[in-house]
């Protein structure tokens, strides 16, 4: 259980970053050719390098070599564990029953 949980702290982390943030929204339309984001963010390569391994490493991103250029796009599988992590957290439903071993019951706002 443990380990399923590593994987969805790695990927909020790579999505706490505000231009790693902007890059996954680039991503929304589709493949995307590093080329063009570096052109959009106006950074220097091994800046988006860094941002891009760690959102590889994350899995929310996949990437493949197309010449002398990388080419990314969303990893909708990943996404979708994203998604439902945040669903069992939006609705309070993680299956563990709620209180402590006194019996009381405290819900969080």
């Excluded at 800046?47 to 250029?69: A, D, F, N, Q």
């Excluded at 564990?81 to 405290?106: A, H, M, N, P, Y």
Aim: charged share 25%; glycine share 10%; aromatic share 8%.
């Amino acid at each position: 259980m443990e380990e399923k949980y590593n994987a969805y702290a790695q990927m909020f982390k790579a999505l706490s970053d505000p231009n790693r943030l902007v890059i996954v929204s680039f991503l929304v339309d589709g493949e995307i050719c590093a080329c063009k984001i570096l052109e959009k963010l106006e950074i220097t390569q091994s800046t988006l390098s860094y941002h891009m391994k760690m959102l590889c490493e994350s899995g929310i991103v996949e990437g493949r070599k197309s010449g002398k250029w990388m080419h990314y796009s969303l990893n909708s599988g990943k996404l979708n564990e994203l998604k439902e992590i945040l669903d069992v957290f939006s609705k309070g439903g993680s299956g563990k029953t709620g209180g402590c071993s006194c019996g009381s019951r405290i819900k969080f706002k």
